[in-house]
T-cell receptor
Framework: DAGITQSPRHKVTETGTPVTLRCHQT?????MYWYRQDPGHGLRLIHY???????DKGEVSDGYSVSRSKTEDFLLTLESATSSQTSVYFC???????????FGPGTRLTVL | SQQGEEDPQALSIQEGENATMNCSYK?????LQWYRQNSGRGLVHLIL?????REKHSGRLRVTLDTSKKSSSLLITASRAADTASYFC??????????FGAGTRLTVKP
């Protein structure tokens, strides 16, 4: 999986609790992305990063925040989880420019 | 939205047959990419076609792009059971603004 790991791989949590998902890469790629995948919607971009401490919002950023303090790590935080955030979350990396994205294995999050 | 929309949503064929999946989008793009996803796994990049290209090949894959119709097709020739997966098109207008469709679920029966 192109040197990308995600943790945890599965998580069950309760509504209102904060949750942090971690993406770690060993490829030294500049760009990192967080997507969520839901049936009938494909993948939708939540946030992305174009360098350390440089992040921007994607298509569905409400309720999510991100941080990138090191090149290799990109954290996604659900400040107060809701049932609508039950989904599979994928991290991806890219060297930038016209380049393919490499995806991690995903994190399945269930919010009860 | 520049989100690609795949057609059909699901496709079932016999091993050895060809599989064709289509993708339509709404706005101008810089490039279009096709990805594959096996059940429970992350997406894997298959092929990228730039807006000034009309056709690309990679092994058993053939991708076409018609920017006048805002559409692309992915052809998998001589399909195998191992090709069973979901296939997604992704359109990119600007760097970091890549939009995925909902995918085509391909089943190849042995």
């Amino acid at each position: 999986d192109a040197g990308i790991t995600q943790s945890p791989r599965h998580k069950v949590t309760e509504t209102g609790t904060p949750v942090t998902l971690r993406c770690h890469q060993t490829e030294n790629h500049r760009y990192m992305y967080w997507y969520r995948q839901d049936p009938g919607h494909g993948l939708r971009l939540i946030h992305y990063s174009y360098g350390v401490k440089d992040t921007d919002k994607g298509e569905v950023s409400d309720g999510y925040s991100v941080s990138r303090s090191k090149t290799e790590d990109f954290l996604l935080t659900l400040e107060s989880a809701t049932s609508s955030q039950t989904s599979v979350y994928f991290c991806a990396i890219s060297a930038g420019g016209v380049n393919e994205q490499f995806f991690g294995p995903g994190t399945r999050l269930t919010v009860l | 939205s520049q989100q690609g929309e795949e057609d059909p949503q699901a496709l079932s064929i016999q091993e050895g047959e060809n599989a064709t999946m289509n993708c339509s989008y709404k706005t101008s793009i810089n490039n279009l990419q096709w990805y594959r996803q096996n059940s429970g796994r992350g997406l894997v990049h298959l092929i990228l076609i730039r807006s000034n290209e009309r056709e690309k090949h990679s092994g058993r894959l053939r991708v076409t792009l018609d920017t006048s119709k805002k559409s692309s097709s992915l052809l998998i020739t001589a399909s195998r059971a191992a090709d069973t997966a979901s296939y997604f098109c992704a359109t990119e207008k600007n760097n970091n603004d890549m939009r995925f469709g909902a995918g085509t679920r391909l089943t190849v029966k042995p």
